[in-house]
């Protein structure tokens, strides 16, 4: 892609300067002090709660997918969403994929296809999201221990997500990469484009 800035553009870095922990719990918040291409010092806020996340959409067979449903309280809201989670920091991100999945549905992925890896929030935080599609599974055992973690697994129609997506009900943006990814990969048929009245 030809990129034609709009006006004079350097694409310069920041220089980090110092690190600090702001608070430490299941959010880490890391305050940097950086120096900007203009000289000038400024601080930056970032979220390192963890090295990475991953999440799998799985299609047990033709025209079917299986979600988790969970309550999330930022948005005080019950969403669709994908099992998945952190990765551990010496952890393969297929090998967390498949222990995520187990965890939260019971489900232990058999042959993973990375779809894709995306930044969820690149202006706040720097770790990867690791997205995986899977056809097969092997049966194990949830894991129900963490009482502010239930998930529901849900097992629908892809022709429901699809227009569960073309109305707006779908905003994990896990899910909607993911299928977006699986279309494009030619691993489900492509999404339909939304119509426009």
Request: hydrophobic share 40%.
């Amino acid at each position: 892609m030809d990129f034609k800035p709009t006006s004079d553009h350097v694409e310069a870095r920041w220089r980090r300067q110092s690190t600090r922990v702001l608070h430490a719990g299941r959010v880490v918040l890391t305050e940097h002090t950086v120096e900007l291409p203009t000289g000038e010092v400024t601080m930056f806020e970032v979220d390192e709660s963890i090295t990475y996340a991953v999440a799998v959409l799985i299609c047990p067979e033709p025209g079917s997918v299986i979600l988790t449903r969970q309550y999330r309280y930022p948005i005080d809201a019950w969403i669709f969403d994908l099992p998945g989670g952190a990765g551990n920091e010496n952890e393969d991100p297929a090998d967390a994929a498949r222990r995520e999945c187990r965890e939260e549905t019971g489900l232990i992925p058999d042959e993973l296809v990375h779809l894709h890896t995306i930044y969820p929030n690149p202006g706040r935080s720097a770790w990867p999201l690791h997205l995986f599609f899977a056809t097969t599974t092997t049966q194990g055992k949830p894991d129900i221990s963490d009482p502010s973690e239930q998930v529901v697994t849900v097992i629908t129609l892809l022709e429901d997500l699809d227009r569960l997506i073309r109305t707006g009900d779908i905003i994990d943006p896990a899910l909607l990469t993911a299928r977006l990814f699986a279309g494009l990969h030619k691993l489900l048929p492509a999404l339909a484009p939304t119509s426009r009245g």
